[in-house]
């Protein structure tokens, strides 16, 4: 089992920034991660993920401006988010793939993740 703890949530106004950590509880064999998002009335959407071989993916509404990365000596992924906008506003999840040598096929699909957690909001202001 692996708990997922995410932190950094918060309110800010349009424009600005916030940093996103999601701490695993040991290491995840697969280093594959991921953030996804959920506003209110909407589907969970893949924002960001981060491969074993440190490849990146983002979903296009957040490229430019969410940088995702990872501390596999922390076991923690962070997700840097800079100019943010009033459609930021959702739950943000963090997500991981606890499988030896996997590589999702589709990075920011939900199902390629087995582990989630509890999620940290963001809220964004016009």
């Known amino acids: 089992q692996v708990q997922l703890v995410e932190s950094g949530g918060g309110s800010v106004q349009s424009g600005g920034s916030l940093k996103l950590s999601c701490a695993a509880s040991r290491y995840i064999y697969s280093s594959c991660m991921a953030w996804f998002r959920q506003a209110p009335g909407k589907e969970r959407e893949g924002v960001a993920a981060?491969?074993?071989?440190?490849?990146?993916s983002y979903a296009d509404s957040v490229k430019g401006r969410f940088t995702i990365s990872q501390d596999n000596a922390k076991n923690t992924l962070y997700l840097q988010m800079n100019s943010l906008k009033p459609e930021d506003t959702a739950m943000y999840y963090c997500?991981?793939?606890?499988?030896?040598?996997?590589?999702?096929?589709?990075?920011?699909?939900?199902?390629?993740?087995?582990?989630w957690g509890q999620g940290t909001q963001v809220t964004v202001s016009s």
């Open positions: 981060i491969d074993s071989d440190g490849s990146t």
């Open positions: 997500a991981a793939r606890d499988s030896a040598n996997y590589r999702p096929q589709r990075p920011l699909n939900e199902y390629e993740y087995n582990y």
